[in-house]
């Protein structure tokens, strides 16, 4: 069974960076999109930034520019790179491939 490790989260202040990893172990169909989601207390998970099937990069209209998710196939990684945080960006960041989801990591930003 696939498991997802994220890595990274922790406090930074507004206009910081933070560098998210996810790490699987085993391999999923190629059918399945992987990327990374988020949810804040009293709110819905929600889609940050995931590459599709074909590839391509998809991001929420929220963090477009200022987050970049990259990927190494070879092993098995995605990063998720967060530029010029904001407090609402404060959340419990998933990684997800297909069903498989991570344990997730917070990553609070405050002054």
């Known amino acids: 069974q696939v498991q997802l490790v994220e890595s990274g989260g922790g406090l930074v202040q507004p206009g910081g960076s933070l560098r998210l990893s996810c790490a699987a172990s085993?391999?999923?169909?190629?059918?399945?999109?992987r990327g990374w989601y988020r949810q804040s207390p009293g709110k819905q998970r929600e889609m940050v930034a995931i590459?599709?099937?074909?590839?391509?990069?998809v991001y929420a209209d929220s963090v477009k520019g200022r987050f970049t998710i990259s990927r190494d196939n070879a092993n098995n990684t995605w990063d998720l790179q967060m530029n010029s945080l904001k407090p609402e960006d404060t959340a419990v960041y998933y990684c997800?491939?297909?069903?498989?989801w991570g344990q997730g990591t917070q990553v609070t930003v405050s002054s």
């Open positions: 997800q491939w297909g069903p498989r």
């Open positions: 085993g391999n999923m169909p190629l059918k399945y999109a």
């Open positions: 590459f599709t099937i074909n590839g391509k990069p």
